[in-house]
T-cell receptor
Framework: AQTVTQSQPEMSVQEAETVTLSCTYD???????LFWYKQPPSRQMILVIR??????QNATENRFSVNFQKAAKSFSLKISDSQLGDAAMYFC????????????FGGGTRVLVKP | DVKVTQSSRYLVKRTGEKVFLECVQDMDHENMFWYRQDPGLGLRLIYFSYDVKMKEKGDIPEGYSVSREKKERFSLILESASTNQTSMYLC??????????FGPGTRLTVT
């Protein structure tokens, strides 16, 4: 079974600085998808960024970028120029690309942003 | 914008009660999901459905059942609620292999 591990329960960052969240996963598949989702306090979960395993280029969405290391099964999220609105729980998720689009989630990392 | 709504934000039920949680999406997505979210455990998949009247067990289906009679609606049923089912329940939907869209969640307390 696939597992997703987020080893940092909580991370703190100063406003305008950079923070990196780690995620490792275990799979025997070669084609799959990886995601980072954000859940602000008392608000709905939203997608931050998505990476297809067959793509070597790391995905980027504005201030959010990933470092995808397929051989190491590592998928870290970098938040640059952190803003107060980035404070949230961040979840790493894996999808093996089969019918039904099932996601396996990590335990989450809480990001605190200090003004 | 895709909208996923859940019938209640907060719910308090007694042990042994039958509980219905409803989820509705407005974007004609074929896939729908029910997760429970517990601190430190992330989100765990209870059941999902990839078509009307079709359902598959997720990772923790015990104590739960689901119903999908219409494409836009996916119900989670707790046949006999127990205290260990106190949790946040999240519904999601997706189109094909695209991102999942989540509802606001239902915080269920079983006393």
């Amino acid at each position: 079974a696939q597992t997703v591990t987020q080893s940092q329960p909580e991370m703190s960052v100063q406003e305008a600085e950079t923070v990196t969240l780690s995620c490792t996963y275990d799979t025997s598949e070669s084609d799959y998808y990886l995601f980072w989702y954000k859940q602000p306090p008392s608000r709905q979960m939203i997608l931050v960024i998505r990476q297809e395993a067959y793509k070597q280029q790391n995905a980027t969405e504005n201030r959010f970028s990933v470092n995808f290391q397929k051989a190491a099964k590592s998928f870290s999220l970098k938040i640059s120029d952190s803003q107060l609105g980035d404070a949230a729980m961040y979840f790493c998720a894996y999808n093996r690309g089969a019918a039904g689009n099932k996601l396996t989630f990590g335990g989450g990392t809480r990001v605190l942003v200090k003004p | 914008d895709v909208k996923v709504t859940q019938s209640s934000r907060y719910l308090v039920k007694r042990t042994g009660e039958k509980v219905f949680l409803e989820c509705v999406q407005d974007m004609d997505h074929e896939n729908m999901f029910w997760y429970r979210q517990d601190p430190g455990l992330g989100l765990r998949l209870i059941y999902f459905s990839y078509d009307v009247k079709m359902k598959e067990k997720g990772d923790i289906p015990e104590g739960y059942s689901v119903s999908r009679e219409k494409k836009e609606r996916f119900s989670l049923i707790l046949e006999s609620a127990s205290t260990n089912q106190t949790s946040m329940y999240l519904c999601a939907s997706s189109l094909g292999m695209r991102e999942q869209y989540f509802g606001p969640g239902t915080r269920l307390t079983v006393t």
